[in-house]
């Protein structure tokens, strides 16, 4: 077999062989790809933007240099010279056993070929080839460029090294392989969202649910955790110190009652035990507490990334977070503005440290955005301010980092106001550890007053430009303080 790929063949390029053309042209493998469409260039190219886009965010640092992408004239030009060939044709059983045969006649002996195949045996696929021996289905995920999943799954006459193969191949592309163990109809995955489809497809039919009320059951719930735990890792949690099988206790009865159009095999004391201990297997001795906090944390991941991009759960997220912001309570009246004002106060979370033991630079800027909401907040910019599209933004930042700090340690930020007009307030920052009172941080910013609605600085109004005016001059007094107006220079320049 062929130790190192520095050529692909690919047959197909739909929706999933233009994903396998962009996730190997980015791992620096040049691909010859044929299609009998017309459009497959411009297809094929417009697929490979996309990935492009989806891994400079991934991995800013880079990726190896891109591999070059040529149309081929044929089956037989796509994979003449190939080191790895992938087929992906449509989900006919007869095509793709003739053009498996031509690829096979095609290609040097020992050169693997996989077949994306969503659930097609494979046994039945080589059966045209004169070496069936290198035939593998590696069936991916839309999209493929960018899902990791890979079912890997032999015919009858596959050989257990080409399996491998395919596998550390595939692996060498940043994808996780799942090794089907026995050939069956739809693989792993396939089987079941083949299951969750047919029950989706019975929900609309009876008038149960909308398609959008399916989505939504999925994406704000159960699907949030598959991300990351899948389905029995979820339910050993849920059973609580007791694990799965006070899990299957109490929820067993359940697959007795009609809450689905499929049926569930009979809960036998033999199928407990399976369970159970293929659960006790998949911990790995890891504590039921601590994969609480394992899901804790991940669903906070995800939930964060998808507030960024303000969707699904992640937008309810935010929502709910702007909300909050906007009710929240103002700092007590009791305030002494003509002092720096202590309005924010944070304990160092676990998940905030880096490799050296100590809070990771991009958490203190999150710190600093805390300390700025909770000015806004002191600043009366409330729900209906902001409804009206007011608020300030952060137009320019100058951290300093002057000492560490570890987990569990209390961080508590003061605010000083330099200086401010209608549009702008210019604020210093000081972030103290609480323990000792020693400065750890300073950061120096201008807001802007924006109006969201036009995305354009205007005067501030109301309560807010109101209270700006009076906390400037109440802190203009104010010697200021040390590292203010610095700007990063080598010394003596």
Not at 64 to 88: C, I, N, T, W, Y
Not at 149 to 155: A, N, Y
Request: hydrophobic residues 45%.
């Amino acid at each position: 077999m062929a130790t190192t790929v520095r050529k692909a063949g690919l047959v197909g390029g739909g929706v999933i062989g233009a994903g396998w053309a962009a996730r190997l042209l980015l791992n620096g493998i040049d691909v010859a790809i044929f299609d009998p469409d017309p459009e497959i260039g411009r297809k094929a190219e417009t697929v490979l933007a996309g990935a492009r886009r989806a891994w400079q965010r991934l991995i800013p640092a880079g990726l190896p240099a891109e591999g070059k992408l040529r149309l081929a004239s044929s089956v037989e030009d796509a994979v003449a010279d190939a080191d790895f060939v992938q087929e992906s044709l449509p989900e006919r059983e007869d095509l793709k056993i003739d053009i498996l045969a031509r690829i096979d006649r095609a290609t040097r002996p020992d050169v693997v070929i996989g077949s994306s195949t969503s659930g097609l045996l494979p046994t039945r696929l080589q059966s045209g080839m004169a070496h069936p021996e290198r035939l593998v289905v590696g069936h991916p995920f839309n999209p493929v460029y960018l899902l990791p999943l890979v079912e890997i799954c032999g015919g009858a006459a596959t050989s257990d090294a080409t399996k491998q193969w395919a596998a550390d191949f595939y692996t060498s592309l940043g994808m996780h392989p799942l090794h089907v163990r026995k050939e069956i109809d739809g693989f792993i995955a396939d089987r079941l969202l083949e299951a969750l489809w047919r029950e989706a497809l019975w929900l609309v039919n009876d008038g149960i649910a909308t398609t959008e009320e399916i989505d939504d059951a999925i994406r704000y719930g159960a699907g949030l955790r598959w991300s990351f735990m899948g389905t029995f890792l979820i339910y050993r949690v849920a059973g609580g110190e007791a694990g799965m099988r006070h899990f299957l206790a109490q929820f067993g009865p359940a697959l007795k009652l009609p809450w689905t159009k499929l049926e569930a095999p009979e809960l036998t004391d033999a199928l407990v035990d399976r369970v159970a201990e293929q659960s006790d297997d998949q911990a790995g001795g890891t504590s039921i507490r601590e994969l609480e906090r394992i899901r804790d944390d991940a669903l906070i991941a995800v939930l964060s990334g998808l507030r960024g991009e303000d969707y699904g759960a992640g937008k309810t997220l935010a929502d709910y977070a702007r909300a909050v912001m906007a009710k929240l309570p103002a700092a007590a009246n009791e305030v002494d503005e003509t002092k720096p004002l202590a309005l924010h106060e944070t304990p160092v979370a676990a998940d905030w440290i880096d490799y050296n033991g100590h809070m990771t630079e991009h958490r203190y800027l999150q710190v600093f955005g805390d300390t700025t909401d909770a000015l806004l907040r002191y600043l009366s910019v409330d729900a209906d301010y902001l409804a009206n599209g007011g608020s300030w933004y952060t137009v320019e930042t100058h951290i300093r980092h002057l000492g560490e700090t570890k987990a569990g340690d209390r961080l508590t930020a003061t605010t000083q106001i330099l200086g401010a007009d209608e549009k702008r307030i210019h604020v210093f920052h000081s972030l103290a550890r609480a323990s000792d009172g020693a400065c750890v941080a300073t950061a120096e910013q201008m807001l802007l007053h924006v109006d969201a609605r036009t995305g354009r600085g205007g005067p501030a109004s109301g309560a807010p430009a109101a209270k700006v005016a009076a906390l400037a001059k109440a802190q203009a007094g104010l010697a200021p303080p040390d590292g203010a107006g610095r700007r990063i220079a080598m010394p003596g320049k």
